[in-house]
């Protein structure tokens, strides 16, 4: 088997089928020799030889890791404990090692060289000994992790700042600090026959459907692949259809949230080395949910939410209205109004479709820029770029002034939503209504809005009406979706979602006043709590 790795025509699923199930060798130089020819010319693979001393005469021993991922002082001392060592023969020393001074890691065995090397990229310490057939995997993993904070896309302002990061383990236990029972069941499979990469799901037992889960489970299990980078591409794997320019799982970095839509009987996805968690099924109301809005004022966030949801029609529909109007509905507008627009429009060359269609081409390219450029300069360009462009544009007479507030108001509404994924390919949609418009006019963009909804109802999330609770219409519409229910009123869960243990909290929590001043008397309101007992 050695002579063949050697074999430079060999692919790269020739060279994975041939290393799967390859045993360790008695040999510690066989083995070595194998693990080279495995790995190649690896600067990052540490490698150190011993000799242990035993009752009679030495034996020899390798400890093998990789430089980055391993704690150096943990690595350290398991060196010592194997060079300390003293078997009294070299079949007693796995043994000897496991259950004395290496007791107190965490400790397996390995048999092939897959699994040696699986362990190593883990961030455990191999031992080999001369004359046995298995490994011995310690634990002492040290990886490279940036620091817990508030994540960038997805800010807060009264909110915890606790943001996930790239490392799998972490995130799961800002998970178990926010939720503390034993019913928060983690399953795990790895992706990617190159990548390796975990992916957890996490869900409540008992709360979380078991038809979804098993939907969840099958969809990630079949999946066959080299590689898997992220979040995100395992959605696309994954999702109800790829014919959609809707999101179907919700990707966010904030705990709070992925707490709260569990705790709702909704499932988690996370992908080692991705910052972002994915929320399993999604419903349209979610998209216009902020993190902002469980710890304001319930009054002002309903306000805020139905203004969300405005400004999400307003965006898609305004432009293609703008054109409609402008090109066969005249006689809707005031008379001052459309005398105003006629005079700006005078001498621009172009009809108010193409005005349109060109400007807000204009104002995506001035979006990526901004997003591209470093992070010093971008914001500057971005509003320098589209002031300096408007004006010149009107003074040229390419565009009207009507058109600049068209598409800037477009702008200020595509900005409004909370839900990064979903404002991305939304606000695509004002492109069609605008052909619609020019074509067909306010008949047009009828039309294309009946398509879109229709289009909108017949997604599903995993089974999950993606416009539930609209469509179809279910209980408790206005307790936690486009307008917000006080805490204490919000007494059950989602029923789709949470309908196995649909009772969230008991009722009649509404705060009421419990001392009566009249009944009790001044000296309990003044601190004399012998009143406040006699009022009892």
């Known amino acids: 088997m050695a002579e063949r790795l050697t074999d ?224 995100d591409p395992l959605m696309e794997m994954i999702q109800d259809s790829h014919l959609n320019f809707v999101p179907l799982g919700l990707s966010t970095e904030r705990t709070d949230r992925v707490v709260g839509n569990v705790l709702e009987g909704r ?84 009809p108010v479709a193409l005005e349109v269609l060109l400007m807000e081409l204009v104002f995506e390219l001035l979006r990526e820029a901004g997003l591209r450029l470093p992070r010093a300069v971008g914001s500057a360009v971005t509003i320098v770029g589209a002031l300096i462009l408007g004006e010149a544009a009107i003074n040229a007479g390419l565009v009207s002034p009507s058109v600049i507030v068209t598409v800037a108001a477009t702008a200020i509404c595509s900005f409004v939503l909370p839900t990064f994924s979903f404002s991305i390919p939304i606000r695509l949609l004002r492109f069609p209504f605008i052909a619609f418009g020019a074509l067909l006019g306010l008949l047009g963009v009828e039309l294309g809005l009946v398509a879109l909804i229709a289009f909108l109802c017949s997604h599903r999330s995993f089974g999950h009406p993606f416009m539930s609770p609209m469509a179809p219409v279910t209980p408790g519409i206005f307790t936690d979706y486009v307008f917000r229910h006080w805490k204490w009123g919000q007494s059950v869960r989602p029923l789709l979602t949470g309908g196995r243990e649909p009772v969230r909290q008991t009722e009649g929590m509404a705060p009421r006043q419990t001392l009566d001043p009249e009944r009790v008397g001044a000296g309990q309101w003044n601190g004399n709590d012998n009143a406040g007992k006699s009022g009892e």
Request: net charge negative.
């Open 8 to 231: 430079d025509t060999l692919d790269i699923g020739a060279r994975e089928a041939m290393l799967e199930n390859v045993q360790l060798a008695e040999g510690l130089d066989d083995n070595l020799s194998i693990m080279d020819l495995m790995v190649g010319p690896a600067p990052d693979v540490a490698r150190r030889r011993l000799e242990i001393r035993l009752a009679e005469g030495y034996i020899d021993a390798a400890v093998l890791h990789i430089e980055g991922i391993v704690d150096r002082t943990q690595a350290q001392r398991i060196i010592r404990a194997v060079s300390e060592v003293c078997p009294e023969s070299p079949q007693d020393m796995l043994d000897r090692l496991r259950y004395g001074p290496l007791a107190t890691s965490d400790v397996r065995s390995l048999h092939t060289f897959v699994d040696a090397w699986n362990a190593m990229v883990e961030g455990d310490v191999v031992i080999l000994i001369d004359g046995h057939r298995k490994a011995l995997a310690c634990a002492s993993q040290a990886y490279k992790t940036r620091a817990i904070s508030e994540p960038p896309t997805d800010t807060t302002l009264r909110g915890p700042r606790q943001g996930f990061v790239e490392s799998l383990p972490d995130n799961l236990a800002l998970l178990r600090q926010w939720i503390g029972t034993p019913n928060l069941w983690i399953e795990s499979i790895t992706i990617g026959h190159l990548t390796h990469t975990q992916v957890v799901m996490l869900y409540i037992k008992g709360l979380a459907s078991e038809e979804l889960l098993a939907e969840i489970r099958q969809r990630v299990q079949r999946i066959r692949t080299d590689m898997m980078l992220g979040a």
């Open 267 to 350: 499932v988690a996805l996370l992908v080692n080395n991705s910052p972002f968690a994915l929320v399993l099924p999604m419903e349209y109301g979610m998209m216009f949910q902020a993190a902002d809005d469980y710890y304001e004022f319930v009054p002002i966030v309903t306000l805020i939410t139905t203004l969300r949801v405005i400004a999400f029609w307003v965006m898609i529909l305004l432009p293609g209205f703008f054109v409609a109007v402008l090109t066969f509905h005249q006689e809707l507008l005031p008379t001052p109004l459309l005398i105003r627009i006629v005079a700006d429009r005078a001498g621009v060359p172009f």
